[in-house]
């Protein structure tokens, strides 16, 4: 008898947790939310998306700030970011970016044959290399390599 009430009363415990877990989250999610992703899918998960967008800053270089608005507040250190707005043209520009690596992606890399060596995909990286825009010219390799270090 007395071990069946320890089991309900744990069994009840464990219940709670779960549910009120899940209340947390689904609060979470919903304040979380992208509203005006036009190119990554829709129901990206929030760790997804904001390691998506590190990835973005380490291969140009670059801040949040870069590619979204952010808003100075009086009296506070952190600017208010609104991710959603399409405001600073350079955003427009990454979706045209994602598009483009995407293809070469596919219709190019993923259709050469690698005999022995395998093909790799391309990202940002590939061309940015931590810069906001890449070397894209004989001339600028020549004078970056004739840049004393
Ligand atoms: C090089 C440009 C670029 C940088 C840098 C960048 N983002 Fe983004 N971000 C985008 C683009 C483009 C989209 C929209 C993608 C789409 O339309 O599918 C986006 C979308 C988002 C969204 C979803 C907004 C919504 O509600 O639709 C969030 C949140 C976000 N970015 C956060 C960040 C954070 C945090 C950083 C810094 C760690 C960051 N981004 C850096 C280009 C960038
Ligand atoms: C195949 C090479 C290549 C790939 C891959 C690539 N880019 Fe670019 N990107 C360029 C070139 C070239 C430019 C134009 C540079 C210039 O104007 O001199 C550019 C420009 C940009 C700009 C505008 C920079 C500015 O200062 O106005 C952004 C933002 C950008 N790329 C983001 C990205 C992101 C994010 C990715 C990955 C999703 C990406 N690019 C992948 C080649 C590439």
């Not at 590190?54 to 870069?66: A, E, I, Q, R, T």
């Not at 250190?77 to 293809?103: L, V």
């Amino acid at each position: 008898m007395r071990l069946n009430k320890k089991i309900v009363l744990i069994t009840t415990i464990c219940a709670g947790m779960v549910v009120g877990q899940s209340f947390a989250q689904r609060h979470d999610d919903d304040d979380d939310k992208p509203k005006n992703l036009k190119v990554l899918p829709k129901n990206i998960s929030g760790r997804e998306l904001h390691n998506i967008m590190k990835g973005y800053c380490f291969s140009l270089g670059v801040k949040c700030n870069f590619c979204h608005v952010a808003e100075k507040i009086e009296g506070q250190e952190k600017p208010k970011f609104d991710f959603a707005s399409d405001n600073k043209p350079e955003k427009n520009i990454t979706r045209d970016m994602m598009r483009m690596t995407a293809a070469i992606n596919e219709n190019y890399l993923g259709k050469i044959i690698g005999g022995d060596h395998t093909i790799e995909k391309i990202a940002c990286v590939t061309c940015h290399m931590g810069r906001q825009t890449p070397i894209n010219s004989l001339d600028s390799l020549k004078r970056q390599a004739n840049t004393p270090h």
